[in-house]
Nanobody, 128 residues
């Protein structure tokens, strides 16, 4: 049973920083890519960032590029999302996600439908 547990959300002022963590268990973490998504009130869940199994490949939504950094520690089974220069429009529930199967190529990383396991989410609120 794969479990993903996010933490690190909170309330910060615009311009501030947060680091989200996602602890994974239930399978060989280091073999699989991981992703972060977010969902704001009244909006659809959207891609934020993803990272390949080794950490060598990373992908970002245009809206967070240059401000957010995804990384992973395969020894600890944790994936991180460092968020800097936060804006009110970054307010959302942030979810980490993982695919059920090994996948190849890069186009699939951005699609919500390609991920099978999801955490419960952590709330991030940015005040102006």
């Amino acid at each position: 049973q794969v479990q993903l547990v996010e933490s690190g959300g909170g309330l910060v002022q615009a311009g501030g920083s947060l680091r989200l963590s996602c602890a994974a268990s239930g399978r060989t973490f280091s073999s699989y890519a991981m992703g972060w998504f977010r969902q704001a009130p009244g909006k659809e869940r959207e891609f934020v960032a993803a990272i390949g199994w080794s950490g060598g490949n990373t992908y970002y939504a245009d809206s967070v590029k240059g401000r957010f950094t995804i990384s992973r520690d395969n020894a600890k089974n944790i994936v991180y999302l460092q968020m800097n220069s936060l804006k009110p429009e970054d307010t959302a529930v942030y979810y980490c996600a993982a695919p059920r199967e090994l996948k190849y190529g890069s186009s699939w990383y951005f699609s919500l439908d390609e991920y099978d396991y999801w955490g419960q989410g952590t709330q991030v609120t940015i005040s102006s």
